[in-house]
């Protein structure tokens, strides 16, 4: 019997990582040194309190039915959460509680959406970002993030004939890929622009508490309007090395969150309670872990990109989330090309900016989930397999 597949799911190919996860593996067989710097899952234990309650919660069989809906403690200590981090006061209705932040960027166009509505989204991005809307038949407009602009989208340059037509304006900062920290000039600019067009803005803020240098993570919903033309993503999976458990949150304007709650009551029975728990737990315990936690990271990025520009790539400092943002050196054609021979020569894995939208290619994607000190191996390495100099 042959299986005709949907025009949808032909278009959806599969992700790199499946290819690098491949040639990495091949490498492994042959007995070589692998620095995996591709995927972003942190290798940083979640606190113990946190796994406490998660485990205490497991024991009780209580909590093997259906959740249903979030448990009210759950809601209330994310509204405590947001007002004490960042200052924003909200309702427990303006709150939701989602299967990680892909997974709410993926489902709410459903509840916002009709097929050949317009969606702004930005390229280079993280690929959900095109591929949400286009699961329910929305048409997409990309809006350039360009390194003469900072990474930041310039809203001036959007036209208006677009900017009338947008139903969704999707933006990301502290962005992945562009490791980039948007200024509050920038939401307050966003957020006049929303209400002069009537877009609606979903912000994914994942990587609120990733960030490094004189920078600051905060939360769009922070500044005035905010509320009233948008939603905002927050994750647990980041800040609190709780990723497999996969809780995140959408949070704001009170419709939206409502109508998409009541959405996904058609394929979802709630998050299991376990992690419901122990999520209370991150919520309401100390905030230390997550400090220190944000210091290695920037450990991490300057030993990286510090290290990447002692042996002649100039890789600049990340701002910010998890991941350093490289334009490939001199001398190589494209980014797959790059990687594919960095692998090869080096052990060293990244992500090539092609896979993040045309306007990625140019660029590699490293994830800093080693410590410092491999980190600085994993450059030796780059530097002993002559790569820099091959083409210069």
């Known amino acids: 019997m042959n299986v005709e597949f949907s025009e949808k799911a032909e278009r959806i190919q599969e992700g790199i990582f499946a290819l690098l996860n491949e040639k990495k593996n091949e490498l492994q067989a042959q007995g070589r040194k692998i620095y995996n710097l591709s995927v972003g899952t942190p290798d940083f234990q979640p606190a113990k309190h946190v796994m406490e309650a998660v485990s205490r919660a497991a024991m009780d069989p209580e909590n093997y039915k259906y959740a249903l809906v979030e448990l009210p403690q759950l809601l209330e200590a994310v509204r405590d959460f947001y007002e004490r981090r960042f200052g924003v006061k909200l309702d427990t209705e303006e709150i939701m509680s989602l299967y990680g932040s892909q997974e709410g960027v993926a489902h ?30 929305a048409r997409i407009w990309e809006y350039p993030l360009l390194p003469e602009n900072g990474f930041l989208p310039d809203l001036g340059d959007i036209p208006a004939k677009i900017a009338r037509q947008a139903k969704l304006m999707i933006v990301n900062f502290p962005g992945n890929p562009v490791c980039k920290v948007a200024p509050d000039s920038f939401y307050r600019e966003l957020i006049e622009f929303a209400r002069k067009y009537e877009i609606i803005i979903l912000h994914d803020n994942a990587y609120a508490d990733l960030v490094f ?39 704001g304007r009170r419709d939206i969150i409502q109508k998409f709650k009541a959405l996904r009551t058609q394929f979802d029975y709630g998050t299991f309670l376990p992690v419901q728990y122990g999520a209370i737990a991150a919520l309401t315990g100390p905030f230390d872990s997550v400090i220190t936690q944000c210091r290695e990271y920037e ?35 494209n980014s797959m090309e790059f990687t594919l021979e960095l692998m090869e020569r080096s052990g060293v894995i990244c992500v090539p900016g092609s896979s993040f ?20 191996e994993a450059v030796e390495s780059i530097r002993r397999s002559g790569i820099l100099g091959k083409r210069g």
């Open 108 to 137: 709410i166009g459903w509840a916002l959406c009709d097929p050949g509505d317009l969606v702004l989204v930005p390229n280079p991005g993280y690929p959900i970002f095109s591929v949400g809307p286009q699961l329910c038949d």
């Open 213 to 251: 240098g004189d920078k600051t993570g905060g939360s769009f919903l922070a500044f005035p309007g905010a509320k009233e033309v948008g939603v905002e993503f927050y994750s647990l999976s980041k800040t609190f090395s709780y990723t497999g458990a996969r809780m995140s949150f959408a949070l």
């Open 357 to 376: 939208g045309s306007l990625g290619e140019g660029y590699v994607r490293l994830a800093l989930v080693l410590p410092p000190e491999q980190l600085r």
């Open 299 to 333: 450990e991490r990025n300057q030993a990286l990109c510090g290290g990447l520009r002692s042996i002649g790539w100039e890789v600049p400092d990340s701002e910010g989330t998890m991941f350093v943002w490289a334009p490939i050196p001199q001398g190589f054609e």
